[in-house]
Each structure stands twice: as C-alpha cells, then as structure tokens.
C-alpha cells in the first residue's frame, strides 16, 4: 500500500493558480497510476486528472483540459496538479488517489487515497 497526503490548496481569485501536490509515502510509489480527484458540497466526487506510472500517460476531464497539467517526480514520491484560470466551479475538495493497474477515471478504480486539500476560487 502507499500513503498519500495532498498540500497547496487556499483561497485564490477567480483567473489565479495553484498548484497541489501529493506526496506519496511506501514502497514502490513509481510503480503507481495517480489521479486527482475533487469534491464540491452536496455533489459527488469527480475525476480531474490522471497520470500513468511513468508520466508518459495523462488524461484530463473535458472541463479542466487546457487549464490543468498534472505531472509527477518519481524520484520525489510526489505528483503535482498545476491548475491555471481557476474559476469558482473548480471550488471543491481536492483529493489524490494511486491505483496499481491503470490510470482509470472511476473513483471505485483506485484504492488508496489521501485526506484532501481544499481549493477556493472566489468571484
């Protein structure tokens, strides 16, 4: 199993960045898939990003494509979502989750989480 814990969430304008990082922790950590995932008050938890094991691999949802890069540093157990244009849907919590098969966009495909970092976009 890996441990992950997400950082860099806060507070930002509408049009400014942040980037989050999710620093992995146990062995093998480059053998993972990660995906970052984000939950919003009363709406369920949604794909963003995904990243294969290597980093040759990434996929977006249609929404954060073009504002968003995920990339990750095997050599750091820690992957990295920049997320650029922020507007106030991207209000949510953020989580990242690892999976050992592939970078898949359903939450029930990964299994090992972290507790979140929360990313407010005002207006």
């Known amino acids: 199993q890996v441990q992950l814990v997400e950082s860099g969430g806060g507070l930002v304008q509408a049009g400014g960045s942040l980037r989050l990082s999710c620093a992995a922790s146990?062995?093998?950590?480059?053998?993972?898939?990660v995906g970052w995932f984000r939950q919003a008050p009363g709406k369920e938890r949604e794909f963003v990003s995904a990243i294969s094991w290597s980093g040759d691999r990434t996929y977006y949802a249609d929404s954060v494509k073009d504002r968003f890069t995920i990339t990750r540093d095997n050599a750091k157990n820690t992957v990295y979502l920049q997320m650029n244009s922020l507007n106030p849907d991207d209000t949510a919590t953020y989580y990242c989750?690892?999976?050992?098969?592939?970078?898949?966009?359903?939450?029930?495909?990964?299994?090992?989480w972290g507790q979140g970092t929360q990313a407010t976009v005002s207006s």
């Open positions: 989750a690892a999976t050992n098969t592939y970078p898949g966009v359903e939450v029930r495909e990964y299994h090992s």
């Open positions: 146990g062995r093998s950590f480059s053998r993972y898939a």
